[in-house]
């Protein structure tokens, strides 16, 4: 699956003048704070890399050793899990470029990732290894340690997610569910754009498609809410 894999080095030097770029990864929240230089000098320390996919392929699976720490560059990216009978979980869709993603075991050891990555379309991913994560180094490099700093945040903020997916589903029926996710995930103006396709908010409330379909007809037909194509209110 991987298109391309050049030192990261490399890659600045060649998209150097690429602002928007450069300001996507400066976006981060894993280099929330830091400078260009700082964010380039962990970036060539750690010998990141830059992957290529394409649509449907497995950035890494749920029985995967977990190598390093991802960054969405470009594209969109579903996780989730498979249960016992097959049925594909998606517990969420990462299309934000600058989101980070796959470090949930990465510091335990031995253990496998335990949740899919699939590529939704043409995806690159910027990879930061593990073993530069795991502690600062011998010159205890400020910037290092401010990106671990970041680091424990994400973690943090990741716990959060899924307290609040936990609450979705522990909600009862699918109508529960659905309000439940919808009044997590609103704006002031009580809107939601939705993110996921339909089948990918079907897997994440851990139902069927149609199911999904029906009970949001239902709700529109009753006033409760106003769907109009991905924005429902």
């Not at 600045?12 to 450069?22: P, V």
């Not at 010998?47 to 050793?65: H, K, L, P, Q, Y």
């Not at 502690?135 to 994400?154: A, D, R, V, W, Y």
């Not at 109508?175 to 996710?181: D, G, L, M, P």
Request: one cysteine or more; hydrophobic letters at 40%; charged letters at 25%.
């Amino acid at each position: 699956s991987k298109i391309r894999g050049d030192f990261i080095m490399d890659w600045i030097k060649e998209r150097r003048n690429d602002t928007a770029l450069f300001n996507l990864i400066r976006g981060s929240h894993l280099f929330h704070e830091m400078s260009e230089k700082e964010i380039a000098d962990c970036l060539d320390c750690s010998c990141a890399r830059i992957e290529g996919f394409v649509r449907n392929d497995t950035i890494f699976s749920e029985n995967d050793i977990p190598a390093g720490l991802m960054i969405l560059i470009s594209g969109s990216v579903a996780m989730g899990r498979h249960s016992s009978d097959g049925k594909r979980n998606i517990t969420s869709v990462i299309n934000t470029p600058g989101d980070v993603f796959g470090y949930g075991q990465l510091f335990l050891s031995g253990n496998q990732q335990g949740f899919f990555a699939t590529a939704l379309k043409h995806t690159e991913v910027l990879v930061m290894p593990r073993n530069f994560l795991a502690g600062t180094c011998e010159k205890n490099c400020p910037h290092h340690n401010k990106l671990i700093s970041n680091m424990f945040e994400l973690m943090a903020h990741k716990a959060l997610n899924l307290d609040s997916r936990l609450e979705i589903i522990a909600s009862g029926s699918l109508r529960r569910r659905i309000a439940k996710f919808l009044l997590i995930n609103s704006n002031l103006d009580n809107k939601e754009a939705l993110s996921m396709s339909r089948q990918e908010m079907s897997d994440y409330l851990n139902t069927t498609r149609p199911s999904l379909s029906r009970e949001l007809m239902k709700m529109q037909k009753e006033g409760l809410i106003d769907a109009s194509g991905k924005t429902i209110q």
